[in-house]
Structure formats: C-alpha cells, structure tokens
C-alpha cells in the first residue's frame, strides 16, 4: 500500500504540475474535504447498522445466522473466535442480501478480531479476498442506474454478472488456498 | 428488491420485543461504535482521495487508459469500458461517473453498456477497500491478498465482456 500510494500519487502530482500547477493545491485541499464528507456519510450508515446489528446480536439472531454458516466458514477461515464467526457471517449475509453498506462494519469487526500482528492473517486475506470479489446475489446501484436511464430491461444483467461474480469468487478463494495452504 | 432492507429492520425490532431485549438501550450501544470507526477510517479515505482526483485532475489517467487499451482488446474487453476497468479498483464514486457516461455515450442496452454494466457490478473498489478495512488493526504486509483481488477484478471484467457477448 505504502509503494503503491506514494508511486502513484507523485507520478499523478508531477504531471498534474506540468499541465496545470495552480490545480494542485485545490485538487489535494478539494480531495480532503471530500474524505470529511464521506467519513461522515460512513459514520451515519455504520450507525444505523452497527445499532441493528446489536439489537440481533442481543436477540441471539447473530447466533443462529453463525449457525448456518458454520460449515462454510471452517472450509474458508478454519479455526477462528466465535466472536469473529458472527461477524464473518453477518458480512457474508449482508453482500449476499446487497446490502454493502452494512457488510462494511461487519467486515472491520471480524477483521479486527482475527488480525493481531503486522503480516495479515490467510483468514484476513480471505475475508478481503471474498469482499473484494463482492460476492452480490443482486447488483441493486447499477440496476438502479440502468432503469433511471430507460434501459429496456434493467434486470437483463443479472444473470451473467451472477456468473461472472461466482467465478471471481470461487477463483479468489482458490487462489488464497494456493497461495496459504489449506485452513487450520 | 425494494423491500429487504425494511424487512430486515423490521424483524429485527420485532424479534428484540418477542426475546425481551431492550431494543432502545442496544441500540444506541451499538450505534455509539460508529463515530469512533469512522474517525481511524477518515485519515485513509483522505489519502486515497488525494490519489485518485491528482490522477484524474492530471490526466494521466486517460493517458494509461490508452497505453492500456490495445492489450485489453485482446482479453476481448473493448475500448470504451478501459477506463472502467482501471478506475473501478481506485474509486467507487468515480467509477460509477464513468459508468453513466458509458451509459450516457452508448446506450444502456448497447452490448458496450451491458459489459460496463456486469464489470461495474462483478468487481469491487480494492484499494479502497482495502484502506478501510486494515485501518484499525496493526495489519502493515497485506501479502498475496490485494494481488488476488485485483486479478479477480481484471477476470471478472473478462469474463463480464464474454458473457455479454453470448448471451
């Protein structure tokens, strides 16, 4: 991330010097109040949901959803804390219900609770790997945007982007076997 | 599609009354949680803005954008979905802006618009991602993790662009 960050932002503000110098103090001051607006925006979502979230927790909802998915979650992660597994699922629940902004907190959660040190965990990996792949029975923001904008059939999408984020899925998975081992 | 949310949030208040939980209390609790989150996640979001607007702003972007393109189209993703592809693991907000241009440019029905439409819904912002996930932990070496993230984004777009084609 470190690399990554640094590479691409000096190469972006060298250029961006070179076209346009005057730009790039309010680009950087425009990004950062953007970053303020957005965390506030977060800081609201998470509110609603980590609030029901702890409502379900204390009604043992959680509990019995961790129940379903007990299985998978030892294929995937192997040996984790309880704690963690109610998070992982109600993350699980959450993408495949496509409802994102509520698999966000639960994914911080469960990743705090598995992530100890400095290196990241298989488990951790995995859970990033299963979010970023946006395992999604229902792609609502983009089907939204197509009927908005008078597309013949919004809903025509479904199946091959089912397909398409079933394969990134379950070769992301796989490909974090490859390269961790089996869970323990 | 309307409906899960509300059902969601009502059954959870339902089932706090039927199991006696005191639902106003755990609420709350769990609510208080989320200005402490957003304050670790802010300092990142902040950085991957400064990223990507200076990468827009400079137009280098559009400039990799077409470096990239002749080596896209042969992964049978065409040209006018590039920016797509390399912009979506960056920037949510920013990816869906390219989106609606797409939309806008092409038509939604348009076999370029249904594969930005599938790429857009099979692939996820990475790094962003990423920077607010590891935000609260110690987590600095993040391995093999985003590499294989962005692969699956870059097969997704793949595969996206294929189904679109045959079905």
């Known amino acids: 991330m470190n690399i990554v960050w640094t590479v691409v932002t000096a190469a972006a503000l060298i250029a961006l010097t070179v076209v346009d110098a005057q730009s790039v103090l309010t680009v950087c001051m425009n990004s950062c109040s953007q970053a303020v607006n957005a965390a506030l925006g977060l800081c609201g979502v998470y509110c609603l949901w980590l609030g029901i979230f702890e409502v379900a927790n204390r009604c043992k909802l959680v509990e019995k959803l961790s129940g379903c998915f007990r299985r998978l979650n030892k294929f995937l992660y192997g040996n984790i804390s309880e704690v963690a597994q109610r998070y992982i699922s109600l993350n699980l629940a959450s993408n495949l219900l496509g409802v994102g902004n509520a698999a966000t907190p639960s994914a911080i959660a469960a990743i705090r609770e598995t992530e100890h040190t400095d290196k990241l965990s298989r488990s951790g990996a995995m859970l990033f790997v299963v979010n970023a792949t946006s395992v999604q029975l229902i792609p609502s923001t983009v089907m939204g945007l197509r009927a908005q904008l008078g597309s013949a059939s919004p809903s025509d999408i479904l199946l091959p982007n089912l397909i398409a984020t079933a394969v990134t899925s379950v070769v992301g998975a796989a490909l974090v076997f490859c390269a961790y081992g089996r869970a323990k | ?167």
């Open chain 2, 1 to 167: 599609m309307n409906y899960v949310v509300p059902a969601l949030l009502i059954a959870v208040l339902v089932a706090g009354l039927i199991k006696r939980v005191n639902v106003y209390d755990s609420f709350v609790l769990g609510a208080r949680k989320s200005f402490d989150l957003s304050l670790t996640v802010f300092p990142y979001l902040a950085a991957i803005f400064v990223m990507v607007n200076a990468l827009h702003a400079s137009g280098l972007d559009a400039y990799v954008t077409k470096l990239l393109a002749p080596p896209f189209r042969l992964l049978g993703i065409p040209d006018e979905v590039v920016q797509l592809v390399l912009l979506r693991p960056f920037s949510g907000s920013g990816s869906l802006a390219i989106l609606t241009d797409v939309y806008n440019n092409y038509g939604v029905d348009s076999y370029v618009g249904r594969c930005a439409s599938v790429i857009m819904g099979s692939s996820e912002t990475v790094f962003y991602v990423a920077s607010v996930y590891f935000a609260g932990t110690k987590v600095r070496h993040t391995g093999w993790a985003i590499p294989i993230a962005l692969f699956c984004n870059l097969l997704g777009a793949v595969v996206a662009c294929l189904l679109c084609r045959i079905m």
